[in-house]
Each structure stands twice: as C-alpha cells, then as structure tokens.
C-alpha cells in the first residue's frame, strides 16, 4: 500500500474536486494497464520486494481497531474512510474509521489470536462494509479503498512489535 501522492504526479492534484484523488488517500503499488488486463506491481525488484509498506499501529478496543499511521508524511493520521468512502490518511477525529479484522472464514478476530507475525486478514470498516479495491479509471488507473464498491481483497500484514504503547509524540516516527 502506498499513496496516490507516490505514485501520481502534482498535475492529478491541481483541482482539489471530487471527481479526481486525493493526495492521502490509499493506493496499492500496483497499476493496472486496461489494454494488458493484468496487475503489474511497480518497482519490484529483489532489493525491495519484501520491503515494509505502511507502518501503522493497531490500536485495539475490545475487538475492533483504529489504525494509527507512524510512516512519515502522514504520521499521527489514521487510516479512516473520506466523506466519499475512500480510505485514506486522515486526522484523528470522533468519526475517525475502526476496522475489524476478519480471517478466512469472514469471522472477526484479533492479532493476538494469531501466533504468527506474518498474517492476511480482511479489514472491515467497524458497522459498515469489508474494504474492497476498486479502479479509479480516468488517467488516473490505479487501484484504491472503498467499503461499498470494489472486489473484496486481503490485506498481508507483518507484526514488527507486539504489546507495545500506543505513540503520542508529534514527532515522525523513524
């Protein structure tokens, strides 16, 4: 997962409207050619092919989570859904977005009913739809986020620590 603002260069972000992304919304690093009919990831090369994606913290209520980002650029946002459904990079709020995490079977679990660190589970906006990744079209072509529209898609998630406290600096993380 990466975000449009990597990928897409400034002239798809001249008009800030609401037919076209936005910089802090989440794409995958992948692209998709119409005229191949296939995903092609990006820069995959032997350096960087298993390399770290997001950086988030999961931060647990119960048997949901908000997800704090500790990456730069959008340090201390959450992932959350935009007032389009779109998931992305948004600061804290009272409507900030919680996720469930599903496991094969669709049920809701936690990390802890995992013993491995390396896991693919389904996120679920909390009340709401699983995330789905869709095509934006246009010039744009790449795959984004959304809890209503789109093909249902699993999430690889690497635990680099567990139990740990949850951030409050304002400083990026590195």
């Known amino acids: 997962m990466t975000f449009f603002e990597?990928?897409?260069s400034?002239?798809?972000f001249q008009h800030d409207d609401e037919?076209?992304?936005?910089?802090?919304?989440?794409t995958t690093a992948?692209?998709?050619?119409?005229?191949?009919?296939?995903?092609?990831?990006?820069g995959v090369t032997p350096k960087n092919k298993n390399s770290i994606g997001i950086v988030v913290?999961?931060?647990?209520?119960d048997d949901y989570y908000n997800l704090q980002i500790l990456s730069e650029s959008y340090y201390n946002n959450y992932f959350s859904k935009s007032t389009q459904g779109f998931l992305g990079a948004l600061p804290a709020a009272g409507d900030t977005t919680s996720f469930n995490l599903l496991n094969d079977s669709f049920k809701i679990v936690t990390l802890d009913?995992?013993?491995s660190d390396n896991l693919t589970v389904y996120l679920q906006a909390r009340n709401a739809g699983l995330i789905k990744k869709t095509l934006w079209g246009g010039e744009v072509n790449r795959y984004c986020f959304h809890d209503q529209i789109g093909h249902q898609v699993s999430f690889k998630l690497q635990i680099l620590e567990r139990n740990v406290a949850t951030p409050q600096s304002t400083t990026p993380y590195t």
């Not at 992948?30 to 990006?42: G, H, I, S, T």
């Open 6 to 8: 990597r990928v897409l």
């Open 10 to 12: 400034d002239r798809h």
């Open 19 to 26: 037919d076209g992304p936005h910089k802090h919304l989440i």
């Open 30 to 42: 992948e692209v998709y050619f119409a005229d191949l009919q296939k995903m092609v990831p990006l």
């Open 57 to 61: 913290h999961f931060r647990c209520y």
């Open 113 to 115: 009913d995992f013993d």
